[in-house]
């Protein structure tokens, strides 16, 4: 190609090349900024297609039949109520108890405006009003902090996302007058029965052991509490917590603090065992446990795997390997309530890792916890 030809070309090709990238940029929501974050042509961020929240988090839809304040009141005296006339009419409402961070967050889909104002969150506790900021260190006000985030959606509306940080944990309840939303704030202890709180061990980045056939520890102790949250889901007296229901990292604090803060009446952790030697021995199922006394219960931490390992080695059809005190680790050494890690089988072994790895085997594994926390609150 002659010179002028190609430098007509490339000339062409540069004009060509900026208005394919002016389309884009100009398209709603199609501006990228160098963080990679999508944001209008104004430069607000644009919400992608409405995800499920985190699943530590539990959702609730905002109740179709109204209440009354008084009704609310009765459930808990503390409470926090956000005016009608700030939502836009039609919006959808939704609760979100993210209870390992004690947040609950209140996201509001469909708001023409984008500011939502914080003077617009009312706080009682007992009779004590609190509008406005947090106040952290008046020791009446429920809430730690409240952060709002508003960002516009394809349909050119506003999401809004409300958290507040309380300064304890609650079991959150969202309520519909004629001219308010309503979110009950009740301690667990005084509206639940029985609390347990169920953990899988590991997750994310911590993997836990590994099979030969590279299965991951952490992967196996989730799909047991998945298969054992569907047993207790359906029981009318037990309420259960959960302190990862994803593959996540969770800090050995946040798990052990969310039972002890509960006052829980059982703390259960679900692992896989492994062991250098292989596919001989050991196999089988083992207990963990602390001679540490948990507060306000009667039932001993021994006694609690000596009942999970009963359980769980009849459904599994595995050997007991009895129980052992550990008292080093985080878990054992610091629950102020009763506490066990049971270790379901060994990956290291090929008849346990046989059960392990399959569905059928997980479920018998959840069988015989669901069945032993059963014991345990008899």
């Given at each position: 190609?002659?010179?002028?030809?190609?430098q007509k070309?490339?000339?062409?090709?540069?004009i060509?090349?900026?208005v394919v990238?002016?389309?884009?940029i100009?398209?709603?929501?199609?501006?990228?900024r160098?963080?990679?974050?999508?944001?209008?042509?104004d430069?607000?961020?644009?919400l992608e297609?409405?995800?499920?929240p985190?699943?530590?988090?539990?959702?609730?839809?905002?109740?179709s039949v109204?209440?009354?304040?008084t009704?609310?009141?009765?459930?808990?005296?503390?409470?926090?109520e956000i005016?009608?006339?700030?939502?836009?009419?039609?919006a959808?409402?939704?609760?979100?108890?993210?209870?390992?961070?004690?947040?609950?967050?209140?996201v509001?889909?469909?708001?023409?405006?984008?500011?939502?104002l914080?003077?617009?969150?009312?706080?009682y506790n007992?009779?004590d009003?609190?509008?406005?900021n947090?106040?952290y260190?008046?020791?009446?006000?429920i809430?730690e902090?409240i952060?709002?985030?508003?960002?516009?959606?394809k349909?050119?509306?506003?999401?809004?996302?409300?958290?507040?940080?309380?300064?304890?944990?609650?079991?959150?309840?969202?309520?519909?007058?004629?001219?308010?939303?309503?979110?009950s704030?009740?301690?667990?202890?005084?509206?639940?029965d029985k609390?347990v709180?169920?953990d899988a061990?590991?997750g994310?980045i911590?993997?836990?052991?590994?099979?030969f056939?590279?299965?991951?520890?952490?992967?196996?102790?989730?799909?047991?509490?998945?298969?054992?949250k569907?047993?207790l889901?359906?029981?009318d007296?037990?309420?259960?917590?959960?302190?990862r229901?994803?593959?996540?990292?969770?800090?050995k604090?946040?798990?052990?603090s969310l039972?002890?803060?509960l006052?829980?009446?059982?703390?259960?952790?679900?692992?896989?065992?492994?062991?250098?030697?292989?596919?001989?021995?050991?196999?089988?199922?083992?207990?963990?446990?602390?001679?540490?006394?948990?507060?306000?219960?009667r039932?001993?931490n021994?006694?609690?795997?000596?009942?999970l390992?009963d359980n769980?080695a009849?459904?599994?059809?595995?050997?007991k390997?009895?129980v052992i005190?550990?008292?080093?680790l985080?878990?054992?050494?610091?629950s102020?309530?009763p506490?066990?890690?049971?270790?379901?089988g060994y990956?290291?072994?090929?008849?346990?890792?046989?059960?392990?790895?399959?569905?059928s085997?997980?479920?018998?594994?959840?069988e015989?916890?669901?069945?032993?926390?059963?014991?345990?609150?008899?």
């Amino acid at each position: 190609m002659k010179e002028k030809k190609w430098q007509k070309f490339t000339v062409q090709s540069v004009i060509l090349l900026a208005v394919v990238l002016a389309v884009s940029i100009f398209q709603q929501g199609g501006l990228v900024r160098e963080s990679g974050k999508r944001v209008m042509a104004d430069g607000t961020a644009v919400l992608e297609e409405t995800k499920e929240p985190e699943e530590i988090q539990e959702v609730q839809s905002v109740k179709s039949v109204k209440s009354d304040i008084t009704h609310i009141k009765k459930r808990s005296s503390t409470y926090i109520e956000i005016q009608k006339s700030m939502i836009t009419t039609g919006a959808g409402i939704y609760l979100y108890d993210n209870y390992i961070n004690s947040e609950v967050c209140m996201v509001i889909d469909g708001m023409t405006q984008k500011n939502f104002l914080k003077n617009g969150i009312i706080r009682y506790n007992r009779g004590d009003k609190f509008i406005g900021n947090a106040n952290y260190k008046n020791k009446q006000d429920i809430v730690e902090s409240i952060d709002i985030i508003s960002a516009k959606t394809k349909d050119g509306l506003y999401k809004t996302e409300v958290k507040i940080k309380t300064k304890r944990l609650y079991a959150p309840e969202l309520y519909e007058t004629d001219d308010s939303y309503y979110i009950s704030l009740a301690v667990p202890k005084n509206i639940y029965d029985k609390i347990v709180v169920i953990d899988a061990g590991h997750g994310g980045i911590d993997e836990g052991t590994k099979s030969f056939r590279g299965h991951y520890e952490k992967d196996y102790n989730l799909m047991v509490l998945k298969e054992l949250k569907n047993l207790l889901d359906t029981s009318d007296n037990i309420k259960a917590y959960y302190t990862r229901l994803s593959d996540e990292k969770v800090s050995k604090v946040a798990r052990t603090s969310l039972a002890n803060n509960l006052d829980a009446d059982l703390f259960i952790s679900i692992h896989c065992n492994s062991s250098e030697y292989g596919n001989g021995e050991p196999y089988g199922v083992e207990a963990l446990y602390s001679k540490r006394k948990p507060r306000n219960s009667r039932l001993e931490n021994k006694k609690l795997a000596e009942i999970l390992l009963d359980n769980v080695a009849e459904k599994v059809n595995s050997k007991k390997r009895g129980v052992i005190r550990r008292e080093g680790l985080y878990i054992m050494h610091h629950s102020k309530v009763p506490a066990s890690i049971i270790e379901i089988g060994y990956m290291s072994n090929k008849s346990d890792l046989k059960y392990i790895i399959k569905k059928s085997g997980q479920k018998k594994a959840a069988e015989g916890i669901y069945n032993g926390i059963l014991e345990a609150l008899g």
